[in-house]
């Protein structure tokens, strides 16, 4: 009998922790709050369908904690979002599991684009712009200081809201620069983390009056994972682009 009790707690830590990190995804709005109540204002409204990772399988007074794709952690409502308990295989080394990104047909960009699952093409200002060559991609590389030392973030604060930053891509992602990346941006793919920055560029403003980004960018200099949509900027340079960049992971 004692035995039949280890074993089935045993069976039920393995299962937490096989849910702690999980993916999970909101089921309606939502709001993310600061604490696991409704005594203290929330953080923000989540959409329907935004991607979460899991931090605890554990609820407590009804909700979990949680990661949002902007990094952001918080607690919303267990009975909004759906978990996907499906077992996955641990995380590799930053040097294996990664290949070179597929590039696809441009097509323009869309409001209504799912990219990422996470509902940042809502915030996206004048989305036609971007022509959309892979929609959700997670490439590896390292950051590097695109504004010549003027901002202790390394990235340039554009006046719709967004970053404009570089990564300097690991070798087999050399596929996603072209000849803008090269000319106009060092040989660095840029990326684009929307509504990070307070917005002065008028016909930009619509795009994030219902969010605002709080993504934490690494310094200049870090190896990182960045996931979110492979894009070439129709309205400079032709450039290709992160854009928007959903989720930004720092690695060895």
């Given at each position: 009998m004692r035995r039949i009790t280890f074993l089935c707690v045993s069976f039920f830590f393995l299962w937490s922790a096989a849910l702690s990190g999980q993916t999970a995804v909101t089921t309606r709005s939502t709001n993310l709050r600061r604490d696991p109540s409704t005594k203290h204002a929330w953080i923000r409204l989540l959409g329907p369908n935004e991607q979460l990772t899991l931090l605890s399988s554990a609820r407590r007074n009804g909700y979990y904690h949680i990661e949002t794709s902007d990094s952001t952690k918080g607690w919303v409502l267990a009975r909004n979002v759906r978990i996907d308990t499906t077992i996955v295989a641990s995380p590799q080394p930053d040097s294996v599991g990664l290949n070179s990104v597929t590039i696809g047909p441009p097509k323009?960009?869309?409001?209504?684009?799912?990219?990422?699952?996470?509902?940042?093409?809502?915030?996206?200002?004048?989305?036609?712009?971007?022509?959309?060559?892979?929609?959700?991609?997670?490439?590896?590389?390292?950051?590097?200081?695109?504004?010549?030392?003027?901002?202790?973030?390394g990235v340039r604060h554009e006046a719709d809201g967004d970053t404009h930053g570089w990564l300097r891509p690991d070798p087999q992602f050399a596929?996603?620069?072209?000849?803008?990346?090269?000319?106009?941006?060092?040989g660095n793919l840029v990326f684009e983390i929307v509504c990070h920055y307070p917005v002065t560029q008028a016909d930009a403003r619509p795009a994030c009056n219902t969010f605002g980004d709080h993504t934490v960018i690494p310094p200049v200099g870090s190896h990182v994972r960045m996931t979110g949509t492979f894009v070439q900027d129709s309205n400079h340079g032709r450039w290709n682009e992160i854009h928007p960049v959903s989720r930004i992971v720092v690695t060895p």
């Amino acid at each position: 009998m004692r035995r039949i009790t280890f074993l089935c707690v045993s069976f039920f830590f393995l299962w937490s922790a096989a849910l702690s990190g999980q993916t999970a995804v909101t089921t309606r709005s939502t709001n993310l709050r600061r604490d696991p109540s409704t005594k203290h204002a929330w953080i923000r409204l989540l959409g329907p369908n935004e991607q979460l990772t899991l931090l605890s399988s554990a609820r407590r007074n009804g909700y979990y904690h949680i990661e949002t794709s902007d990094s952001t952690k918080g607690w919303v409502l267990a009975r909004n979002v759906r978990i996907d308990t499906t077992i996955v295989a641990s995380p590799q080394p930053d040097s294996v599991g990664l290949n070179s990104v597929t590039i696809g047909p441009p097509k323009p960009g869309s409001n209504s684009l799912a990219g990422c699952g996470d509902a940042l093409w809502q915030h996206v200002y004048h989305p036609y712009r971007l022509l959309v060559m892979n929609e959700c991609v997670t490439v590896s590389g390292t950051i590097v200081d695109a504004t010549n030392g003027r901002n202790s973030d390394g990235v340039r604060h554009e006046a719709d809201g967004d970053t404009h930053g570089w990564l300097r891509p690991d070798p087999q992602f050399a596929n996603l620069l072209n000849n803008g990346n090269t000319t106009a941006e060092n040989g660095n793919l840029v990326f684009e983390i929307v509504c990070h920055y307070p917005v002065t560029q008028a016909d930009a403003r619509p795009a994030c009056n219902t969010f605002g980004d709080h993504t934490v960018i690494p310094p200049v200099g870090s190896h990182v994972r960045m996931t979110g949509t492979f894009v070439q900027d129709s309205n400079h340079g032709r450039w290709n682009e992160i854009h928007p960049v959903s989720r930004i992971v720092v690695t060895p």
